[in-house]
């Protein structure tokens, strides 16, 4: 069982930065997928950003050119930066992770609230 707690979350002004880290329990070289998901009031969770454990990333449209998700496997840790932020990024941000035949680990979740 994967305990992931997420951090870096906060205000701040559209335009502004911050990076979110997620920590993992035990080591990650076994999550095949980690990445980010967020849900605002009203809507439903969507993805933002992926990275395998090769190091591919998949990015949402929305957060493309803005967002780089990174993994540091020596640290057990996932990064998102998101730079350029705008009022529509803000949202509670997840930490998503995978491993072969296993559910789907989630953390509880860090507030990103840009104001404009």
């Known amino acids: 069982q994967v305990q992931l707690v997420e951090s870096g979350g906060g205000l701040v002004q559209a335009g502004g930065s911050l990076r979110l880290s997620c920590a993992a329990s035990?080591?990650?070289?076994?999550?095949?997928?980690m990445g980010w998901y967020r849900q605002a009031p009203g809507k439903q969770r969507e993805l933002v950003a992926t990275?395998?454990?090769?190091?591919?990333?998949n990015y949402a449209d929305s957060v493309k050119g803005r967002f780089t998700i990174s993994r540091d496997n020596a640290q057990n840790t996932v990064y998102l930066q998101m730079n350029s932020l705008k009022p529509e990024d803000t949202a509670v941000y997840y930490c998503?992770?995978?491993?072969?035949?296993?559910?789907?680990?989630w953390g509880q979740g860090t507030q990103v609230t840009v104001s404009s």
């Open positions: 998503y992770a995978r491993a072969l035949l296993e559910s789907p680990y």
């Open positions: 990275i395998s454990k090769i190091g591919s990333t």
């Open positions: 035990e080591t990650i070289f076994r999550l095949n997928i």
